[in-house]
T-cell receptor, first 112, second 115 residues
């Protein structure tokens, strides 16, 4: 079956530091890949997505590239802000009715 | 665009009562909606897939008679927790998929506390 593995947190950074959150997946076929962000007490917001190999998703300074050869979709941001403190979830959507398989989530804390 | 709302955002109820949570897609039609449960500091657990006009599909281990799902229109799905108990206390999140796409858009969640 499908699975998503992402690095455990918490990840603590200083403002303006570089952020990387690793995400690897196992899936049959050609899944779509997503990063969602959850701010405290809220639901999930779609951050970015990629639907095929070598696609790069980007939004709000975050980027992730769909790497089929390494089955990865690592999230990066060059200069984080305090407002980026949240939990980040990597997910994939396979062919079966748009069901999402989530990674365990990575909590990021950015300190001023 | 692609806004999903949930109501209520928080609810506290007594053990043994039933609670209904609504999930609405505000600016798109959604043939499919999903219901998740999230425990503190944990990932989301898919409970069921809700399809407009048909019965919901429940994940293994989720009691369909306890968590009643109705998807009566292309913009509304409801989750009713029947005879709630303290162990049902959780954060319930819905998502909706715009027809013809594969992207889920999530509601803000409903925090249920059963006393």
């Amino acid at each position: 079956g499908n699975s998503v593995t992402q690095m455990e947190g918490p990840v603590t950074l200083s403002e303006e530091a570089f952020l990387t959150i690793n995400c690897t997946y196992t899936a049959t076929g050609y899944p779509s890949l997503f990063w969602y962000v959850q701010y405290p007490g809220e639901g999930l917001q779609l951050l970015l997505k990629a639907t095929k190999a070598d696609d790069k998703g980007s939004n709000k300074g975050f980027e992730a590239t769909y790497r089929k050869e390494t089955t990865s979709f690592h999230l990066e941001k060059g200069s984080v802000q305090v407002s980026d403190s949240a939990v980040y979830f990597c997910a994939l959507s396979g062919a079966a009715g748009n069901k999402l398989t989530f990674g365990g989530g990575t909590r990021v804390l950015v300190k001023p | 665009g692609a806004v999903v709302s949930q109501h209520p955002s928080r609810v506290i109820c007594k053990s043994g009562t039933s609670v209904k949570i609504e999930c609405r897609s505000l600016d798109f039609q959604a043939t499919t909606m999903f219901w998740y449960r999230q425990f503190p500091k944990k990932s989301l657990m898919l409970m069921a897939t809700s399809n407009e006009g048909s019965k919901a599909t429940y994940e293994q281990g989720v009691e369909k008679d306890k968590f009643l799902i109705n998807h009566a229109s292309l913009t509304l799905s409801t989750l009713t927790v029947t005879s709630a108990h303290p162990e049902d206390s959780s954060f319930y999140i819905c998502s909706a998929v715009p027809s013809g796409t594969d992207t889920q858009y999530f509601g803000p969640g409903t925090r249920l506390t059963v006393l």
